[in-house]
């Protein structure tokens, strides 16, 4: 089972982590987000779908992040992303919760989007649900969730749902989990997992101590996320080993990345640092970063392996 399943924020994070699987034989699934990793480009690496795919995928098991309508750059319905992670992916989580948070609406598109997927490939497995930062659910609805859809679904597409994400009180912002753990709410959600006989899953599992995610596990929890706290490694590396800070901090700023990600009284000029330790990880693709990147690959990737082994040590 992989208990692991960690962003790829970066060309350098995605290598590390194949070294580190090659290296130790766990196995580690990589999230990638419709913004990361899409049909026509992310930012990471630029990468296409395919192109991602092929840098990676006869090595570790690959899960659309997010797939859903509005969770990509634009405004669209998600059918056009979905069609491409068909094609190259082993999984995908269907998340339409963003734009669709009414129950009943969520619902719908859920049941769509899996037989759209279905009809296309057969052997995709699902993940279902979403992180309490987009919509919270209770332990009894979401039961209701997976019972709609037991029905509503025909019986051999409902078996190719595997995951369920859980919520037990977790959420970032400024490279800090904001969330309150809730041990009931853990032990109730697991519950519904594994009364529906599907593996739970819980989200933004960054910036909390490993013992606690042992914990969590030893709970009964299967699996979690893992996403911008490997990019914040790769980040103060940079900021670590003799990088321009002002030119960082520009690229950064421009890109406007890191509004999502702070609190109303952030201000982005006096507080350089930490916009850059915030925003730093989307724009190691940009030519103008490039162009300001020290040689430090190999240190970066070693850190990456670092965190990796505490995970798993």
């Not at 995908?92 to 948070?101: A, E, F």
């Not at 859809?149 to 989990?177: A, C, M, R, Y």
């Not at 190999?298 to 505490?310: D, G, S, T, V, W």
Request: charged residues 30%; hydrophobic residues 35%.
């Amino acid at each position: 089972m992989t208990k692991f399943y960690i962003g790829p924020m970066s060309k350098n994070i995605v290598d590390a982590i194949i070294e580190f699987c090659n290296e130790t034989d766990n196995q580690i699934g990589l999230i990638p987000s419709r913004r990361q990793v899409e049909w026509d480009g992310g930012y990471v690496n630029n990468w296409t779908t395919e192109q991602f795919s092929k840098h990676t995928k006869m090595k570790l098991i690959l899960k659309r992040d997010h797939a859903g309508p509005g969770q990509g750059y634009s405004d669209d319905d998600g059918y056009k992303s979905l069609e491409e992670d068909c094609k190259f992916f082993n999984k995908i989580h269907i998340d339409p919760w963003k734009k669709y948070p009414k129950y009943e609406e969520g619902l719908q598109w859920t049941i769509d989007m899996i037989n759209f997927c279905y009809n296309l490939n057969s052997s995709i497995t699902y993940e279902i649900g979403t992180e309490e930062a987009i919509r919270k659910f209770e332990p009894e609805e979401l039961s209701r969730l997976l019972s709609d859809l037991s029905v509503q679904l025909k019986d051999h597409v409902f078996n190719q749902i595997k995951h369920l994400v859980i919520q037990s009180g977790t959420s970032l912002k400024e490279n800090t989990n904001t969330g309150e753990y809730d041990k009931d709410r853990l032990l109730k959600m697991i519950g519904v997992a594994k009364h529906w006989g599907l593996m739970s899953k819980e989200h933004n599992g960054d910036y909390i101590p490993v013992k606690l995610i042992k914990e969590k596990m030893n709970l009964g929890l299967d699996s979690i996320n893992i996403a911008p706290e490997f990019g914040l490694i790769e980040t103060l590396a940079y900021i670590n080993n003799g990088i321009d800070i002002e030119e960082f901090w520009k690229i950064c700023y421009n890109s406007k990345r890191w509004e999502k990600w702070v609190s109303s009284n952030f201000d982005p000029f006096t507080q350089k640092l930490d916009l850059i330790k915030i925003c730093g990880h989307y724009v190691l693709s940009n030519p103008e970063f490039l162009k300001i990147k020290p040689n430090i690959d190999l240190k970066i990737k070693n850190k990456i392996k670092e965190k990796l082994y505490e995970l798993f040590k």
